[in-house]
Nanobody
């Protein structure tokens, strides 16, 4: 059974940082790209970032470029999302997804992804 577990969320002040983790099990982790999505209250789910199976290719939504960094450790079956310079607009439940294949093709479309983990809440507020 494919399982993804997101963790690392919390309450942080504007300008602060958090690092989210997405731990995978039940599949060959290094055969699959991983994406992060977020959903704020009353808004549609939004693709945040994607990393290919090898980690050689990454992509981000424009609103987080220069602030967020995605990385993976295939030995630990974990993908990380380092979030810096956080803004109140980053407040959302963050979830990770897989099942697309090795590459981040049309990654920003949630319907592309087959397997989803439970989310972790990030709240940016003073």
């Amino acid at each position: 059974e494919v399982q993804l577990q997101a963790s690392g969320g919390g309450l942080v002040q504007p300008g602060g940082s958090l690092r989210l983790s997405c731990a995978g099990s039940g599949f060959t982790f290094d055969d699959y790209a991983i994406a992060w999505f977020r959903q704020a209250p009353g808004k549609e789910r939004e693709g945040v970032s994607c990393i290919s199976s090898t980690g050689n290719s990454v992509d981000y939504v424009d609103s987080v470029k220069g602030r967020f960094t995605i990385a993976r450790d295939n030995a630990e079956n974990t993908v990380y999302l380092q979030m810096n310079s956080l803004k109140p607009g980053d407040t959302a439940v963050y979830s990770c997804a897989t099942g697309l294949g090795r590459l981040c093709l049309r990654w920003h479309l949630s319907a592309t992804w087959r397997n989803w983990g439970q989310g972790t809440l990030v709240t940016v507020s003073s």
